[in-house]
């Protein structure tokens, strides 16, 4: 065995070795991209041109004065926190359903991944058309439902518009909550169940008592995750409504996309994009910590 | 199969990474995969058929010059994204395709082109659409060749009009009367105010034609505010109610072209490109579609066509190879067909090619090209500048007459667009 030979077989060493490529790749292309926009968020840079340092101006102007992104902030609490507790329940329900004895029970599983896995581009795509204001088959169905009479603006009136985003947002992230939360139900030692059912629970009791608190520690996972992902969420806007109408759907991405690379106003455009990034450290903190006192 | 040891991989991976790193470090590709080209990033045509005509001249121009070339196309909309990426790694394509005041934006990293240009005049003249010259001639250079300027015309079905008893309007008064009687028979009339590309283009014209301005001409004070433009405003809010449906507020720049092309729509404003697509898919309704002038308002006719064309970073390393490309391109013989090929879409920056065959090919293209002397860039009476390239791109116009629809009065939506305005101008530097 030759020197290197020697070297590598020395635990210590090996560890670190294999670790480095992925330590590497995070600092290419995680912790440099990040240093570069945090300093172009303080300056006034334009796309291709060096700005002048100008401290936090860009933050304290984005607080102070600058309506559209005041409205960004608050779509994105109730576009994040709309979806991320619609996402939860319903995810809770399906793993529930999908965990049950069911016919032909691969294939469902299989299939109710499906959103998760089409890119997220080309399925918003489809739900694009399917909101068009002229050729959409919901409006198509809902008037020969006799449910509606005119067509609806989905994507041209405000609120019509975020439901749909929220909507699309619910679809593609539901299969990764249902089929997260059914790993972790099927963790659960059925003896718990067995125990609760002789001490008289009923299925809501052992749902209660058994199921939620074992599951909590996913849950804050999952959650976490999601919450971080939905925040940060850029395709289905920008897809379907690139921001409008009149600002209604800008979230912090789109609207970074929109002001520092669009208009070319980068130190601006990276101040929108880290603007939320302490309250989401402090989230991922404070969940990670919860997360593994209840393990 | 061979198994390989953990060694064996270990010592692949290094060697691996180390290449990779090399390469990184010296920004040179390995010798062998090293071949001269000449690349350009344009958008993706509403005429498809232009492109492969490019495509078609690229090979040809390899074939004289023994120097490869290739154009990539991306949507409209992600142009400014793509320049954003190349200017700030000062990597990627040769030529850039640039509109409005994207040329004025990146004015630092393009190369001068005025040898190619001042060779092209000798050629084709001097006499030039003035708002291409203020798009791309920047601070006594020209920094940006333009390619392309679609006429954005009246774009109209005529058997609807015909049915109201209207003809083509010529003022945005003329449409408003008619878009009310086609509303009524089913056959609205469409103008985009959402987040497109197509919606300021139509604000400004309208402004214009009202006399309506959005900053002095010293391009600084704000002039938004004004009783013009809530006369625009008012316009606008009227038009939306009576004229038009409430589609116009989530339409893309395809958006009215779709609307037009299934028969909803009777009127749009638009370039060329639902009639020609029309006639490539040789639907019935090319027959039915006809252009009309730009329509005019109490102060002119003005309009606000999108001027495109090609410029060459700075950090090429084939300056002389993508001058020599563009030359190609412009070369009489090749820019015929490529104009050709655009069906009434691609008109140069040179009044000379007025006399192109494409206008007369067809009764309903002849109007087009007289369409230039009423362009003006947007910003106008102001020079363009970053700030109207911000306002275009934050959509400031078409929202604030969004906001007026949606029940906001029209002087709070003005105070709303000279609040926006302002953070634009005081945050630029010139």
């Known amino acids: ?295 | 199969m061979n198994r390989v040891t953990r060694r064996q991989f270990m010592a692949h991976t290094a060697a691996g990474a180390t290449g990779l790193t090399g390469i990184l470090l010296t920004r040179t590709a390995p010798a062998f995969a090293q071949k001269r080209e000449v690349t350009m990033l344009g958008w993706s045509h509403f005429v498809p058929e232009s492109d492969k005509k490019l495509a078609e001249l690229l090979a040809r121009f390899t074939k004289e010059t023994g120097v490869a070339a290739r154009s990539d196309h991306v949507p409209n909309v992600q142009l400014a994204a793509k320049q954003a990426a190349e200017v700030q790694t000062k990597a990627g394509h040769d030529l850039m395709l640039f509109y409005n005041e994207q040329g004025w934006r990146h004015r630092d990293n393009l190369v001068d082109v005025d040898d190619v240009v001042g060779e092209l005049n000798k050629k084709y003249g001097t006499d030039i659409y003035p708002f291409c010259k203020d798009a791309f001639f920047i601070k006594g250079h020209w920094k940006v060749l333009e390619s392309i300027w679609p006429a954005v015309a009246g774009t109209y079905l005529q058997s609807k009009f015909r049915q109201v008893g209207e003809g083509p309007p010529d003022t945005w008064a003329d449409l408003l009367r008619a878009g009310k009687k086609l509303k009524k028979i089913g056959h609205p009339v469409g103008i985009q105010i959402s987040h497109c590309i197509d919606a300021p283009t139509t604000f400004w014209s309208i402004a214009w034609c009202y006399g309506a301005k959005v900053t002095e001409a010293d391009g600084k004070t704000i002039a938004i505010n004004s009783s013009k433009m809530a006369e625009v405003i008012e316009y606008y809010k009227e038009l939306y109610a009576d004229a038009m449906e409430p589609d116009v507020l989530s339409w893309d720049d395809s958006g009215n072209n779709r609307c037009l092309n299934s028969g909803h729509c009777s009127w749009i404003h638009n370039p060329v490109s639902p009639y020609a697509a029309a006639m490539a898919k040789k639907l019935p309704i090319a027959d039915d579609i006809n252009h009309h002038s730009s329509p005019a308002g109490p102060a002119g006719r003005f309009v606000a066509p999108n001027a495109r064309g090609y410029g060459i970073w700075k950090f090429s390393k084939n300056i002389d190879a993508a001058k020599d490309l563009l030359r190609f391109l412009f070369r009489e013989d090749n820019l015929t067909e490529w104009i050709q090929a655009g069906a009434g879409f691609n008109h140069p920056m040179w009044r000379y090619w007025e006399k192109h065959p494409v206008w007369n090919s067809d009764p309903k293209l002849r109007l087009l090209p007289g369409e230039g002397v009423y362009g003006r860039m947007r910003g106008w009476p102001a020079p363009p500048s970053d700030i109207f390239g911000a306002i275009d791109d934050l959509y400031i116009l078409p929202d604030m007459v969004a906001k007026a629809i949606g029940g906001m009065s029209t002087k709070d939506a003005m105070a709303w667009a000279a609040d926006q305005i302002k953070r634009i101008v005081d945050s630029t530097r010139s």
């Open chain 1, 1 to 295: 065995m030759g020197r290197i030979g020697q070297v590598l077989q020395r635990e210590g060493i090996l560890g670190h070795l294999l670790v480095l490529p992925a330590l590497l790749l995070l600092a290419g292309l995680v912790a440099y991209p990040f240093a570069i926009a945090l300093w172009l968020s303080l300056t006034d840079s334009i796309v291709g041109r060096a700005g002048h340092f100008i401290w936090l101006t860009n933050f304290v102007s984005l607080f102070t004065s600058d309506e559209i992104f005041r409205q960004a902030l608050r779509n994105s609490f109730v576009f994040t926190g709309t979806a991320v507790a619609v996402k939860t329940a319903l995810g809770l329900c399906l793993a529930l359903l999908l965990a049950q004895n069911l016919r032909m029970k691969r294939l469902i599983r299989g299939a109710v991944l499906l959103p998760w896995v089409i890119p997220t581009a080309l399925s918003t795509l489809g739900w694009w058309w399917m909101f068009d204001s002229l050729y959409s088959v919901i409006n198509w169905s809902l008037i020969h439902m006799g449910l509606i009479h005119e067509r609806l603006q989905w994507l041209g009136t405000p609120h019509l518009a975020m439901s749909a985003v929220i909507t699309v947002n619910i679809w593609r992230g539901l299969p990764f909550y249902a089929i997260t939360i059914l790993a972790g139900l099927m963790a659960i030692n059925p003896e718990l169940y067995e125990a609760a059912e002789s001490d008289g629970a009923g299925a809501w009791g052992r749902f209660w008592h058994v199921t939620l608190p074992l599951l909590r520690p996913v849950l804050a996972v999952v959650i976490l995750f999601s919450t971080i992902l939905t925040f940060a969420d850029f395709n289905i806007v920008y897809v379907l409504t690139r921001g409008g109408p009149i600002n209604s759907t800008h979230l912090f991405a789109t609207l970074a996309y929109q002001v520092g690379l669009q208009a070319g106003r980068i130190g601006e455009g990276s101040a929108i994009a880290l603007v939320m990034f302490p309250a989401l450290a402090a989230i991922v903190y404070f969940q990670l910590h919860y997360a593994r006192k209840e393990v």
